[in-house]
C-alpha cells in the first residue's frame, strides 16, 4: 500500500533563520549574566585548541557555570518566552497553512506542516512561541540530574541535520524509531519533492545539497539590517558561487515580502502538482465502457 503523498513541509533552521539572535543570547546567557561577546569566542577556543565539535563546545561552556548547572529543562522552556523573531514570525505559519482552504485541497488533503531542526536548544525552544505552530522541534538536550541540567542528552550538527530530513520524509519523527530503516520511496510519508529547508549559511549546506540533490526546494535567508553584510555575503555565496539554494531573500516572513511570495508560490506548485498526479492516475485506471 503505497502512501497518498499529500503533505507538505517547510523545515526550518532557527538561528539567524526565524531568530536574529543566537537562542541562547536572549536566554540563558542573559539569566547568568554572561556576555555573549566574550561567551562564543570561548566556545571557538575550544574548538579550535582542543577540537571539539561545535555543539559540544557551547554546552560544555553553560555547565562551566554554577548558575546554569542550577536549572532544570523546565527553567531553559520557560526562558523560550524570551526569543524573538524576524518580522512575520510566528504569524506565518497559520497564514501559510491558510493556502489550503479551497475545496480542491481539501478533497485531497493536502496540508501543509511546519517543522524546526535546530543545533540550539530544544528545551528553550519548546517553550517559545512557535511551538504551538510546528509539528515537531528537534534540538540540542540536556540530561538531568535531581532537577538540575547534568549533560548533554543529545547534539545536532550541521551534517546530523539531514537526519531529522529524513525523518520528516519517512514519518519517523519518534528518536527510538531508527531512521536508517530501510522504506520504499512510495511509502514515505512526505517525499523529498514535497520539502523545503530554510536556513541561512555554511552550516546549512548539508541540508541545502540534500534538498537539492532529492528535489527539494532550498532557500537561503539573510537579516537585512546586519550593516556589517556578513548575513547577506553568507547567502549570496551560497546562491550564486556554491549553488547550494535555489533562492536568498531577506528573513521577512510577513504577507507580501520576498520570502513569503518565494514560500507561498513553491508551495502551491507542490500542491498543484499533487492535485495534478491523482488526476492523471484515475486517467490512467479509467477503462472506458463497451460502445453499444
Not at 239 to 260: C, I, T
Amino acid at each position: 500500500m503505497t502512501h497518498p503523498h499529500n503533505i507538505i513541509a517547510i523545515v526550518y533552521d532557527f538561528d539567524h533563520t526565524l531568530s536574529p539572535h543566537y537562542m541562547q543570547d536572549h536566554t540563558i546567557l542573559r539569566h547568568a549574566g554572561i556576555d555573549p561577546r566574550k561567551f562564543w569566542p570561548s566556545c571557538t577556543t575550544l574548538i579550535h585548541e582542543k577540537g571539539y565539535d561545535q555543539e559540544l563546545a557551547y554546552m560544555k561552556r553553560l555547565l562551566e557555570h554554577e548558575a546554569i548547572r542550577a536549572l532544570s529543562n523546565q527553567d531553559l522552556k520557560n526562558m523560550g518566552a524570551d526569543l524573538t523573531f524576524f518580522p512575520g514570525v510566528p504569524d506565518c505559519f497559520e497564514e501559510l497553512n491558510a493556502l489550503f482552504t479551497p475545496q480542491e485541497y481539501e478533497e485531497l488533503g493536502i496540508r501543509l506542516e511546519h517543522y524546526v531542526v535546530s543545533s540550539g536548544l530544544k528545551a528553550i525552544l519548546d517553550g517559545s512561541r512557535i511551538a504551538q505552530y510546528v509539528k515537531a522541534i528537534f534540538g540540542c538536550e540536556f540530561d538531568e540530574d535531581d532537577g538540575h541540567i547534568s549533560f548533554p542528552k543529545r547534539t545536532i550538527s550541521h551534517t546530523q541535520k539531514t537526519q531529522f530530513l529524513f525523518r520528516v520524509n519517512k514519518g519517523l519523527l519518534d528518536l527510538d524509531q531508527d531512521v536508517n530503516d530501510h522504506m520504499p520511496e512510495e511509502m514515505r510519508r512526505v517525499p523529498f519533492r514535497h520539502m523545503i529547508y530554510v536556513g541561512d549559511g555554511p552550516t546549512d549546506v548539508p541540508c541545502f545539497t540534500l534538498m537539492k540533490k532529492n528535489g527539494g526546494f532550498a532557500v537561503a535567508v539573510y537579516n537585512a539590517e546586519d550593516d556589517s553584510r556578513r548575513s547577506f555575503e553568507k547567502c549570496y555565496q551560497l546562491a550564486h558561487h556554491a549553488e547550494r539554494v535555489h533562492f536568498m531573500a531577506p528573513a521577512d516572513y510577513r504577507a507580501g515580502s520576498h520570502l513569503r511570495l518565494i514560500l507561498e508560490q513553491h508551495v502551491k506548485e507542490i500542491a498543484n502538482g499533487v492535485i495534478d498526479e491523482r488526476k492523471q492516475g484515475v486517467e490512467k485506471a479509467r477503462v472506458a465502457a463497451p460502445t453499444p
